[in-house]
């Protein structure tokens, strides 16, 4: 009888759930102590392993077409989707075309998105805007549906000191590393953003533990030398940046030749570890979207590897098998109808997000789960 009004209790609190406000429900299913199944037709393949981080693979049967949707850096290149700061007067162009300006003051934790094109935009947290007074980070995953009227967006700030006159954003092809994506995504903290930036990682580990390579006083030497670099600059800089390259080169090479041979199955993910810690997953709805995000999320988790101890430990695959369940916990729920769906599970220190479009058809585009730091 409770678990009917339970159930009965989460049905009417999804069938309310709007843009703007949020529901929770209890995520719960099955016998005490039994354990969910893994989500969709998701298998793991064996780690790719270098230095301190492994890569699990996700591999699937099923690639759904998200051929109706564009990514940021797709719309921002083409000029189909236009970021531009809060305030000013009068209108601001852009490639010929006239956007209306706010009437209030530029804010360092929101923009205006306008989406001028056919398709639905999808945003990632973690995403770089770059330009503007400010580069900047989107703060939650969504969708922005086609010929909508020009929309705040929630943000984050990356970068320490610079507030110019720039108005317009332009594609960064660059995602923020794990330590500052959880700040972002889960935690929803300006001041834990910009923290996570100068110390690398908000992972706590054994004092006893190897050095990490890139290490939190030559991030903090950094930015006091140059207070107005943004994230991406500053990951570039001699001091931390040297070996980044060589070491996303090198996973890239093993991840490219471990994945060739999955004949009629399709990589649509990955569960990262760094040292024997699984603390990581984005899986997507196709194979074309995780090829498209891979290159800049690659170089997101390498960044956390090197500001991470350098320990060799491999994580287990079983271990790495649980990212792939849905998690037992409180969920909070947010949506856009006929637009999008936002849901996010916490278990313990585990965080599961979900974006799930709506239409054309209804399908989970992106899962990020993660162990917490913080």
Same mark, same amino acid.
């Given at each position: ?20 406000s =949020? ?29 301190n981080?492994?890569?699990f693979? +996700?591999?699937?049967? +099923? ?5 109706? $949707? ?14 531009? %700061? ?5 209108m ?12 209030t ?12 094109g ?10 770089? +805007?770059?330009?503007?007074?400010? !580069? ?19 943000? $984050?700030?990356? %970068? ?19 330590? +500052? ?16 930036v ?22 903090? !030497?950094?930015? =006091? ?21 060589? $070491? ?16 009629? %199955? ?6 990262? =570890? ?9 899986? $997507? =709805?196709?194979s !074309? ?29 079983d ?14 729920v947010?949506s ?7 849901? %996010? ?11 799930e ?18």
């Open positions: 009888m409770e678990r009917s009004l339970l159930s009965a209790l989460a049905g009417t609190l999804l069938g309310i759930s709007t843009l703007g =949020a529901a929770f429900v209890w995520a719960g299913s099955g016998s005490p102590g039994s354990q969910p199944k893994p989500e969709g037709d998701w298998r793991l393949l064996d780690p790719i392993t270098y230095e981080i492994s890569i693979p +996700v591999i699937s049967s +099923v690639s759904r077409d998200t051929s109706a $949707f564009v990514t940021l850096d797709e719309g921002l290149s083409s000029g189909e989707v236009i970021v531009r %700061e809060q305030g000013g007067d009068g601001a162009r852009s490639r010929g075309v006239a956007l209306p300006q706010s009437s003051g530029a804010s360092v934790n929101q923009l205006v998105l306008i989406n001028r056919k398709r639905p935009v999808v945003l990632l947290a973690g995403e770089l +805007v770059s330009g503007g007074k400010q !580069d900047r980070i989107i703060a939650k995953d969504r969708i922005v549906a086609p010929g909508s009227d020009p929309l705040p967006l929630d943000v $984050f700030c990356v %970068e320490h000191g610079r507030w110019s006159s720039g108005l317009q954003f332009s594609a960064a092809n660059t995602i923020v590393h794990p330590s +500052v994506r959880e700040q972002a995504a889960v935690n929803q903290s300006q001041t834990d953003v910009w923290d996570s100068r110390k690398g990682t908000t992972a706590t580990d054994a004092l006893a533990a190897p050095a990490p390579r890139i290490a939190a006083r030559d991030l903090a !030497d950094v930015v =006091a030398s140059a207070p107005t670099q943004s994230y991406s600059k500053i990951y570039q800089h001699s001091r931390v940046g040297v070996s980044v390259d060589d $070491f996303v080169d090198e996973i890239q090479r093993r991840f490219a030749r471990a994945t060739s041979g999955s004949k009629g %199955e399709h990589v649509v993910g990955v569960v990262v =570890a760094y040292g024997g810690e699984v603390a990581w997953s984005d899986i $997507f =709805a196709s !074309d979207l995780f090829h498209h995000y891979w290159t800049k999320l690659l170089r997101s988790y390498a960044i956390e590897a090197l500001a991470r101890p350098t320990l060799r430990e491999v994580a287990s695959r271990d790495a098998d649980e990212f792939l369940r849905r998690l037992r916990g409180r969920e909070q947010k856009e109808p006929g637009v999008y769906r936002w849901s %996010e599970i916490t278990e313990g220190r585990l965080a599961q997000i979900e974006l479009a709506l239409e054309p058809k209804p399908m989970t585009l992106h899962r990020l789960l993660l162990h917490r730091t913080s």
